[in-house]
């Protein structure tokens, strides 16, 4: 059974630091683009990043970089994203996506991040 669990939400002041965690199971962690999404209350579900599946190419959106970091651990099947500075703006549901071979996409559950004064 595939699954993807985040953990690592929660609420942080703007200035803050969280490190989200995606963990795999269920299939080949290795062969999979592994992505981070965000979606906010009343706006469209938004790419953050993305590491390919050998680790190194990395991409991320315009409102993420220099503060987000993307990395995988494909020996304990994780990703994570490192999520430093956050702002109000950052406030939203992270989910956790892999896209393998033939584009067979998984979708985890989300975990919420708040930020807040």
């Known amino acids: 059974q595939v699954q993807l669990v985040e953990s690592g939400g929660g609420s942080v002041q703007p200035g803050g630091s969280l490190r989200l965690s995606c963990l795999a199971s269920?299939?080949?962690?290795?062969?999979?683009?592994m992505s981070w999404y965000r979606q906010a209350p009343g706006k469209e579900r938004e790419l953050v990043a993305v590491?390919?599946?050998?680790?190194?190419?990395?991409n991320y959106a315009d409102f993420v970089k220099g503060r987000f970091t993307i990395s995988r651990d494909n020996a304990h099947n994780t990703v994570y994203l490192q999520m430093n500075s956050l702002k109000f703006e950052d406030t939203a549901v992270y989910y956790c996506?892999?896209?393998?071979?033939?584009?067979?996409?998984?979708w985890g559950k989300g975990t919420q991040v708040t930020v807040s004064s």
């Open positions: 269920g299939f080949t962690f290795s062969t999979h683009h």
């Open positions: 996506k892999a896209t393998g071979p033939y584009n067979v996409i998984y």
């Open positions: 590491i390919a599946n050998s680790g190194p190419s990395r």
